[in-house]
């Protein structure tokens, strides 16, 4: 895709940022301001988010002292920014995180697409000079008409889109608002290693398939050839989206069960059944059930 097809007009550009290399995550990272927990804090991906409602592109271009692989000076990037901010360790992997502990803050990116063959602003672009990044080096500047002069010179070079990793935990927001942990409610990474095969000796209440089976067959005949719980009535055709349910639970002790006895319900219907609080031996009957699903399923003590 060329620029000019994936960018109307200048006045869709935010400005332009000087970064170090190649954007590779959904996020561009800034510095912070003031202590963390001020309102200074999140400042500039703040701006950059509440930027983007109108004006979402942001051109990236190497520059700065730190400035990877002679990349200074030469379009790396176009992408979109979208509304959502916060601490640069609530979008990414750990390891990413400490990588960028020198920018800790950051805004989540929508799209993020690479200039085919990073062109040189002045030697490939033909600017006059590199004065569109002035004092872009930790924020997103735009000199109007530098960046007009930009857009016209990029206007037919080909743009590739970056599969890059989405950010952890994405959350896509309509406005501009912060991540949901930087506001000191992080929500925990927890790590296990799962998929080995383990023998487990356990002892249960013996049940019946047959029994679920004919229960089954005969809701599937008395709905005219379709399965639909008995209290919200959700219907299909697959058996297996059901559960046969023992009004009487197995717990209260050995018995003989006909087909009849148990009842067709969805799992979610199901469960809350057998979410009794006051007896766990005596589960919610189906009128209550029906009853449930009428008030909405509300989250109660029903």
């Excluded at 301001?33 to 190497?62: E, F, L, M, N, T």
């Excluded at 000191?184 to 356990?202: A, C, F, H, V, Y």
């Excluded at 469960?271 to 909405?296: C, F, M, T, V, Y």
Aim: hydrophobic content about 40%; overall charge positive; charged content about 25%.
């Amino acid at each position: 895709m060329k620029f000019s097809e994936l960018i109307a007009s200048p006045r869709e550009i935010m400005g332009a940022k000087a970064v170090f290399g190649p954007i590779g995550s959904h996020i561009l990272c800034f510095g912070s301001r003031g202590d963390p927990g001020s309102s200074a804090y999140h400042s500039k991906p703040r701006a950059a988010a509440q930027r983007a409602v109108d004006q979402p592109w942001v051109i990236c271009i190497g520059g700065g002292s730190r400035v990877r692989d002679n990349l200074g000076g030469k379009v790396l990037n176009v992408v979109r920014v979208g509304y959502e901010y916060g601490d640069t360790a609530s979008f990414v992997e750990r390891e990413e995180a400490q990588r960028l502990a020198q920018w800790p803050v950051a805004v989540v990116l929508n799209d993020v697409w690479a200039v085919d063959g990073f062109p040189h602003v002045i030697e490939d672009l033909g600017m006059p000079d590199r004065r569109v990044l002035e004092n872009a080096m930790d924020g997103i500047i735009r000199h109007d008409t530098r960046i007009v002069e930009l857009c016209s010179r990029l206007a037919n070079w080909r743009l590739t889109p970056v599969a890059a990793k989405l950010p952890v935990n994405f959350r896509p927001s309509v406005r501009p608002t912060i991540s949901v942990r930087s506001q000191g409610r992080p929500i925990p990474t927890l790590e296990s290693e799962e998929g080995k095969e383990l023998w487990k000796l356990q002892r249960q209440k013996e049940t019946s398939p047959a029994l679920k089976k004919e229960a089954k067959r005969q809701n599937f005949e008395r709905h005219g050839g379709i399965y639909a719980c008995e209290a919200c009535r959700f219907a299909s055709v697959d058996s297996a989206l059901f559960d046969a349910h023992h009004p009487l639970p197995l717990a209260v002790g050995v018995r003989t069960t006909l087909a009849e006895h148990l009842v067709v319900l969805c799992p979610t219907c199901h469960r809350k059944a057998h979410r009794n609080g006051s007896n766990p031996l005596d589960p919610h009957s189906i009128e209550e059930l029906i009853r449930w699903n009428a008030a909405g399923r509300p989250d109660n003590n029903w």
